[in-house]
C-alpha cells in the first residue's frame, strides 16, 4: 500500500489558506519530476528548486499572465509526500498532472478519478521516449476516458511548448472576458473574468455590489452587440471579448 493509498483512506487534509482566484490550477506530481521548475516558468514565483526530495513542504502559489488575463497556479507538496494535500486538487478548476513516464500516471490513477476538474498531462522528459511509445501512452489515456489534454515538455523546456501549455491552461477554465470602459476613454486593459451567459446586471455587480441599481445607460461594443456602442439593458448576455460602458446618475 503507498503513502498515496494511505492518506485517501485516513482523508488527511493540511490545506492552508488559499484565497482562490477566478481562475486557478494547481500544478501536481511525485517529488523531482519538476513542478517547482514548471512553476517558475510560467508564473513570477521563485520557488526552490533542488534535487533534494521533497524540496517542496507546503502549496507555493504564482500569478501566469496570458493575454492580459491573470491565471493563479499553485505547486503543492508531492503526492509521494508527507505534506501532500490532496484537498487543494479537489477544489482546484484545472489539475496539472506532471509525470515522467506512464507508471507514474498508473500510481496516481485512483487519485485522478477523485479530480472533477479540467486535467491536464505535462510529460515531462518525453523526449527519452519513441514515437511508439507516445502513441501507446495516449491510447492508454483515452482508454481509461480521461477528461484530459497531454502536452510533452522536454527537460530545456523549449519556448513553443511552454506557449502551448499556457493557452491549454487558459482554455481549460469555462471563462469569458469582458472588458470595461469609462465615457470618452479607452477600454481597461485587463478584462473581468466571468462564467458564460452572464448579463450586464451581473459584470455591474461583480464590479461594486449594488452598482447595477445605480446604471442610466450602458453601451456595448463586441461579438454580443449589434454595433459599436449599441445601448442595451442589464438582462443583456455577454460574449467573450465584450466592452460595457457604464453611466450613472
Not at 515531462?124 to 480521461?146: F, G, V
Not at 450586464?200 to 452587440?225: F, H, N, Q
Amino acid at each position: 500500500e503507498t503513502l498515496l493509498e494511505k492518506k485517501k483512506k485516513s482523508g488527511k487534509s493540511t490545506k492552508v489558506g488559499i484565497r482562490k482566484e477566478d481562475m486557478q490550477a494547481i500544478i501536481v506530481g511525485k517529488t523531482n519530476v519538476g513542478k517547482s521548475s514548471l512553476l517558475k516558468i510560467l508564473t513570477n514565483a521563485e520557488p526552490k528548486i533542488s534535487e533534494i526530495k521533497f524540496t517542496t513542504n507546503e502549496p507555493i502559489i504564482g500569478m501566469m499572465d496570458y493575454i492580459n488575463t491573470q491565471i493563479q497556479i499553485v505547486e503543492i507538496p508531492a503526492t509521494d509526500g508527507e505534506n501532500f494535500d490532496k484537498s487543494l486538487a479537489h477544489t482546484a478548476d484545472t489539475v496539472l498532472i506532471m509525470i515522467d513516464d506512464f507508471k507514474d500516471l498508473e500510481e496516481l490513477e485512483k487519485f485522478l478519478y477523485m479530480i472533477t476538474g479540467k486535467k491536464i498531462i505535462v510529460f515531462n522528459k518525453s523526449d527519452l521516449l519513441s514515437s511508439a511509445e507516445k502513441r501507446k501512452l495516449k491510447a492508454k489515456l483515452q482508454s481509461k476516458k480521461y477528461n484530459f489534454e497531454i502536452i510533452s515538455c522536454v527537460p530545456f523546456w523549449p519556448e513553443n511548448n511552454i506557449e502551448e501549455l499556457k493557452k491549454k491552461i487558459f482554455k481549460s477554465f469555462d471563462v469569458i472576458r469582458i472588458f470595461t470602459k469609462e465615457p470618452g476613454k479607452e477600454k481597461s486593459k485587463n478584462p473581468m473574468i466571468m462564467k458564460p451567459k452572464s448579463t450586464v446586471k451581473d459584470a455591474a455587480e461583480k464590479i461594486l455590489k449594488g452598482l447595477s441599481k445605480k446604471i442610466r445607460k450602458t453601451k456595448i461594443w463586441g461579438p454580443s452587440s449589434k454595433f459599436g456602442g449599441q445601448i442595451i439593458g442589464l438582462n443583456h448576455v455577454l460574449k467573450d471579448m465584450d466592452t460595457i460602458e457604464f453611466t450613472t446618475g
